[in-house]
């Protein structure tokens, strides 16, 4: 299995993004996806994730609607879109993938390189 992410860049402050998550491998539908980011000095945190059953969930203030995580298994692809970016989200995004729905690095079997996404004015 491997991973390639791409979409990362600059953007200004409230600004949106979309990343975009390739699988290359047997038997995508059988895994849990998600997305990953780790800031500079920080650890790394579980974005979003999706199975493919259309079931996807949030975990970073999923109140906010900022976040959505889309899964086209027809492509082995996921994307990550982001809206209203702020500067303390500055950090590498990771795709990752495990055999079962998880929230922490530790239950993934697969990650990609990561993405370097910045915001800043």
């Known amino acids: 299995v491997q991973l390639v992410e791409s979409g990362g860049g600059s953007v200004q402050p409230g600004g949106s993004l979309s990343l975009t998550c390739a699988f290359s491998g047997p038997n995508f539908s059988t895994y849990y996806m998600a997305w990953f980011r780790q800031a500079p000095q920080k650890q790394r945190e579980i974005v979003a994730g999706?199975?493919?059953?259309?079931?996807?969930?949030v975990y970073v203030e999923p109140e906010e609607g900022r976040f959505a995580i889309l899964r086209d298994d027809a492509k082995n692809i996921i994307i990550l879109r982001i809206e209203n970016l702020r500067p303390e989200e500055t950090a590498i995004y990771f795709c990752?993938?495990?055999?079962?729905?998880?929230?922490?690095?530790?239950?993934?079997?697969?990650w990609g390189q990561g993405t370097q996404v910045t915001v800043s004015s």
């Open positions: 990752a993938a495990a055999k079962s729905e998880g929230a922490v690095e530790e239950e993934y079997d697969y």
């Open positions: 999706a199975n493919s059953h259309g079931v996807s969930t």
